[in-house]
């Protein structure tokens, strides 16, 4: 079974997909292709950031496996730390006991119908306020996996389409979440660069543009 956090990627050879998936299954396709001769370009893009892989395609089927590992590495996003607070910070490690939970005590300044309004949630001051900065970073965490795929998709066509009618325009209507006006300047591009273009900008992994 297939790890679902492993780095995606899709191979482009000239203007037409090669393949797509796992660094394993499509690293063995680019290597067949340019060992077979291919006259064509051969370009891999990161699906996550659109970014331009370069395989080691040196030697064996087996050799070049052997290698992806450490490309991987390079690939995965690194991994969240532990937030240590200020007064941890400060007091320097920690010895044996129940772990703190990273809260921090600081000043609030509200009007009186604020702190009223918050005296009768449930849970308490504390608790509501807590609640709604988790709200608000949730909803703030969709704008940026928005931006995120927006970025993704204008490398892609950067190094895919860039001298392609109508890419300055495309790219326009890219960033204002345009999708329709996107595709009608993208009418004339070769039709796996159109898919692959709308999969990373619009694809089911990208949240909905906020109306």
């Known amino acids: ?21 796992a660094l394993a299954e499509v690293a063995l396709a ?14 891999v ?13 040196r030697g064996t089927e ?11 590495a ?17 007091a320097g490690p920690r ?4 772990p703190k939970l990273g809260v921090i005590a600081r000043e609030v300044t509200l009007l009186p119908r604020h702190w009223d309004w918050l005296a009768v949630q449930q849970g308490g001051a504390s608790a509501t306020l807590r609640r709604l900065v988790e709200q608000a970073r949730r909803a703030g965490g969709v704008s940026q996996q928005r931006r995120m795929a927006r970025e993704t998709a204008y490398r892609f066509i950067s190094a895919m389409a860039g001298n392609l009618a109508g890419f300055e325009e495309a790219t326009r209507a890219l960033f ?34 906020e109306a």
């Open 1 to 21: 079974m297939s790890d679902p956090s492993a780095p995606s990627c899709t191979a482009f050879e000239g203007p037409r997909r090669l393949a797509s998936g």
């Open 30 to 43: 680019v290597k067949a292709a340019a060992d077979g001769g291919s006259l064509q370009p051969l370009l």
């Open 176 to 209: 204002a979440d345009d999708r329709p006006r996107m595709e009608a300047h993208m009418a004339t591009w070769p039709q796996d660069i159109r898919n692959h273009t709308l999969r990373l900008a619009w694809g089911d992994h990208v949240p909905p543009t």
């Open 62 to 72: 087996a050799d070049v496996i052997a290698r992806l590992p450490a490309l991987a």
């Open 95 to 98: 010895g044996k006991g129940r």
């Open 45 to 57: 893009f990161d699906d996550a950031s659109g970014h331009v892989i370069d395989f080691d395609l």
């Open 74 to 90: 390079q690939l995965a996003p690194p991994p969240a730390q532990p937030r240590q607070t200020e007064e941890e910070t400060a």
